[in-house]
């Protein structure tokens, strides 16, 4: 899979059905910047840049699942097990199974919040910090590769853009009036 300004994978995209003598046709311009070529782009981009990504991650023995929990826990600080899930997308099901490895491997500790009894607080050990803090600069470095060719000044338009998208895509899932986030 090639990221290409020309091309379009038409194996895995038909857009713009039209009528042409009775019959449906799909055609995509090759030339085309409207938001299906974009959403192509980002999802290409976004496949090459993650399987980088990735094998940087495997080299260092933890999993995605593994690295997105520790990593919010470097950065955040200790936080209840529920809390984690949403933020490494993980259903509550698969954050206690995975919290429950990082146990077992000495990488976390989980303790009984002093204030409710029922929220188990969950936050790095020494071994865990000892792991994720050279993996996480490693993985920083390798971020800030994949974007080395965007200047400061497109990051931010990125950044603001991708934005917009999501909060926009969030409220269509929601059944929040989008119409109202384009006056924001």
Not at 62 to 82: W, Y
Not at 113 to 126: C, F, G
Not at 131 to 148: C, D, Q, S, T, W
Request: hydrophobic share 40%; glycine share 8%; proline share 4%.
């Amino acid at each position: 899979m090639s990221i290409d300004d020309n091309s379009i994978d038409i194996d895995t995209f038909f857009l713009d059905i039209g009528c042409t003598k009775g019959h449906n046709s799909f055609v995509m311009e090759k030339s085309s910047r409207d938001s299906v070529h974009c959403w192509l782009v980002l999802r290409k981009a976004f496949q090459a840049a993650a399987k980088y990504l990735y094998a940087g991650l495997e080299e260092t023995g933890i999993d995605d699942t593994d690295f997105r929990i520790l990593e919010a826990l470097l950065n955040k600080g200790p936080l209840p097990v529920n809390t984690i899930g949403p933020k490494v997308f993980l259903t509550p099901g698969s954050i206690s199974v995975a919290i429950d490895r990082l146990l077992a491997r000495g990488f976390v500790s989980r303790v009984e919040s002093p204030e409710d009894r029922r929220v188990r607080i969950v936050s790095l050990t020494a071994k865990g910090k000892e792991l994720i803090g050279p993996v996480f600069r490693k993985h920083a470095a390798e971020i800030r590769n994949v974007f080395a060719d965007a200047s400061p000044k497109e990051l931010r338009a990125l950044e603001t853009t991708l934005k917009k998208i999501g909060k926009r895509a969030e409220n269509l899932g929601t059944g929040v009036n989008p119409k109202c986030l384009s006056q924001q």
